[in-house]
């Protein structure tokens, strides 16, 4: 019998190892790399051999996992993925997919020198800010505009310049917690402020803000509800009538909206959300939404409103820790740019593209997928139909008909193949149902297609 300690005796030494990857193999990686790679294939055996999992393996079987090894290292590791899930803005891949021009514009901001924060009329320093202000105003009917990092930190934002050491009243159903890490009650403690509840989950009445109004009072904020719906026996207080007793108490009215809606997609038979413009125009003196949620750029927080308020939060020192980069903001600023023509707009942005494809249209795409399909003995390809979701905190109760090729092969069990996709060298992230693996269209360039169909092929 190989005892343990022989096993170990015969792994070979981490030095030799290094010097053969570099000499006899020929890998091309930095030292560091190699290092790294065969220290931890070394450990990984050892462990092995210390639990019994393994009674020894050869010399070149060890030296190809160190390579494999090597080699996945010396990639990027955050990588494009081909998102076959039909969650059009799905927070894991990334949120909302850049339309096509706007990624090409960012190499062109990110390899030279811009404008970033120099006017060029004027010949002297100028504000990052204002490549988006006057688009935002205008789009929005706002009188005024402020981008930050995301809308967490426009929230934290708005809360730390307008009402610090004061109390915002929020209704009780509207205490909402997005992807675990931003919570309402949080992120007003650590803005400075003191949360005030009231009405309960499901209803809340005029009288219960008002009720809660006191000396202390510094705004009253609206949350959207954007990952749940509470239904049946429920009442909301509307924008407009919180207007009404702001008002009356010169309280702000601060709506974070989560998902910002610049279209009118109510009109295109999809939810009910209404516009940003329409939040504004009902009464709300700041709204601040995502810029990668439905409005479908990059990761952004977008406040508007008047300009008394947000000239508060200009001259808030944090607005410094908060700010947007240059990539975002050439990235932010193309895809507002796209909604200066709705009817454009709806074909170049893919998040609204993706939204809007017709039924049919996603039909004749996933039968394009299974042409490309060579039958073969051990896999069962079929259209079926199926549901996607809008995604990313964004209209909850919202499913739009899809369709999805499904694939069953007798000789690998899905969740293998699920894994399968998913280590290919463009991972393709899919979905199971039953004891299927799904590929909805909705999500999937002609492209993407192509490649999910390559691997298919190739198996
Ligand atoms: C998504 C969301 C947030 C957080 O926005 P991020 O851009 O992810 O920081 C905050 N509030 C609401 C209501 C949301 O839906």
Redesign the pocket.
Known sequence: MTDKNSLMRQLPKVDEIIRCMIIERAVKAPEVLIKLAVKKEIDSEREKIVTGESTGCTRDVLLDRIEDEIKRQNQPHLKRVINATGIVLHTNLGRAKLAQEVSDQMKEIGGYYSNLEYDLEAGERGSRYAHVEQLLTFLTGAEAALVVN????A?FLILNSLVREKEVIVSRGEL?E??GS?RVPEIMKASGCTLVEVGTTNKTHESDYVNGISEHTGALLK??T??YKIIGFTKEVSIEGLKAIGARHQLPVIY????GLMMDLKAHGIGEEPTVKQCLFDGADVVCF????LLGGP?A?IIVGSKEYIGKMKKNHLLRALRIDKLTLTALELTLREYLDEEKAMKTIPTLHMIMEPLERLEEKARLFLKLLNPCQEAEYEVVKTQSQIG???MPGVCLDSYAVSVYRTEISEGMLERMLRENSIPIVTRIYKNKVLFDVRTMSEEDIQTAADFLNQL
């Open positions: 995301n809308n967490a930190a929230v909402v997005i992807g931003f949350v959207h954007s990952n974070d909206m989560g998902s995502s810029g990668d949620k990761q927080g990313g905190g964004s």
